[in-house]
């Protein structure tokens, strides 16, 4: 597979997000990150349905939503609606996973479950063959322009062996201070989903930089 960049609207000029939706359609990215933050599982908060439903009207690329709030159950339906394709949880905040995944197929999006730094990827061995995309935050999160914690590293291969093995269609996403100087090496891990905000917005030219990423040169006999 090969591997796919989602450049995280987070990270967009809010005041001009129609001009940044449609960068990216004419990019080489694949996917549309959003970050939805509440205030309550992580300490900052982002933006909702309508701002959702709004750049959706000018997108033309999959829509995958990252839910960072407590009780996502509550409002899987709505995301569904004002335009995500993929929803991903947080296994830190769901209380009953699997009830949480079987709601967001029922909606009609594929099914993600997102793990903080410090959650363990074997806590994921017995939903692994009900989701699409298992998340590894590479941040704590919460906030953008965080350095890269470099266990993720580890966690992206122990995932992907499980993978092999329980889903190997899996999508492995690695979120937080990804950029040109480690893409490679996550890559060669396992991963092959990329978040990428701060990397592509603050790059002089963000369409160069998607290119970058989506490009990269990789060493083929590690992987």
């Not at 359609?25 to 996917?31: G, H, I, K, P, T």
């Not at 296994?91 to 909606?107: D, G, M, W």
Request: include cysteine; proline fraction near 5%; charge should be negative.
């Amino acid at each position: 597979m090969k591997h796919l960049i989602a450049p995280s609207i987070l990270s967009a000029d809010f005041a001009n997000l129609q001009r940044d939706v449609e960068m990216i359609n004419e990019s080489e990215a694949d996917w549309f990150h959003v970050d939805v933050m509440d205030g309550v599982f992580v300490p900052n908060i982002s933006f909702g349905f309508p701002v959702i439903a709004a750049a959706k009207k000018h997108a033309k690329k999959p829509f995958d939503v990252h839910l960072m709030i407590v009780d996502p159950d509550r409002y899987i339906a709505d995301f569904a609606k004002a335009g995500a394709d993929i929803i991903t949880v947080h296994y830190e905040a769901c209380t009953h996973l699997h009830r949480t995944i079987q709601l967001i197929k029922s909606v009609g999006c594929k099914a993600g479950v997102a793990l903080n730094p410090h959650t363990p990827v074997q806590l994921l061995k017995d939903i692994l063959q009900d989701i699409d995309l298992a998340l590894v935050m590479s941040v704590n999160p919460g906030f953008g322009g965080q350095q890269f914690i470099p266990q993720t590293l580890n966690k992206v291969a122990e995932l992907k062996q499980m993978s092999l093995q329980l889903n190997p269609n899996l999508y492995i996403e690695v979120d937080g201070g990804v950029g040109i100087q480690n893409i490679a090496s996550l890559i060669e891990a396992g991963a092959n989903v990329f978040v990428a905000g701060n990397a592509v917005f603050a790059a002089p030219s963000p369409t160069q930089m998607i290119a970058e990423l989506k490009n990269v040169q990789i060493n083929t006999k590690s992987i």
